[in-house]
């Protein structure tokens, strides 16, 4: 699996399984995950596999389930190593059952079948208010 679609197509499916311990496992050793717009209580940067790890352990404990991750637009680069998605999850609250839609454009940059570099930039304002749940 060294194609970064295949990488990615991997990714969807472990994260729409709920498998974040797989997920993990994508990333390099020494991978970056930067979210530029992280909202209140989330990192803006974890650095290495292990600490990311530890960071979706943590999110697989919130009350959202992922049942879907739709592509609306991929983008290659002229470097074969970076690829930049525009996409929508969506997601329910398992709480409430209430369904919600996040769009984002993240991007990515595999190298040997690895993450190596993940830049989210999520659609925070279309979030639900989580410390209510």
């Known amino acids: 699996m060294k194609d970064p679609l295949e990488v990615l197509e991997r990714r969807r499916r472990l994260l729409v399984a709920g498998d974040l311990a797989e997920f993990a ?8 995950l930067e979210m530029p717009f992280a909202v209140d209580g989330f ?18 404990r919130m009350p959202v389930e992922i049942t ?3 592509t609306v637009q991929i983008h290659r680069t002229s470097d074969p190593e970076v690829v930049i998605i525009e996409l929508v999850t969506a997601a329910r609250l398992t709480t409430t059952g209430e369904t919600f ?33």
């Open 25 to 32: 496992d994508l990333f390099a050793e020494d991978a970056v």
């Open 43 to 60: 990192p803006a940067r974890l650095e290495g596999r292990e600490t990311i790890r530890e960071f979706s352990a943590r999110a697989d």
């Open 68 to 70: 879907d991750l739709r």
């Open 101 to 133: 839609e996040v769009p984002c454009i993240q991007v990515f940059r595999i190298r040997d079948g690895r993450i190596v570099l993940f830049r989210d930039y999520v659609g925070a304002n279309s979030l639900p208010d989580l410390t209510s749940t």
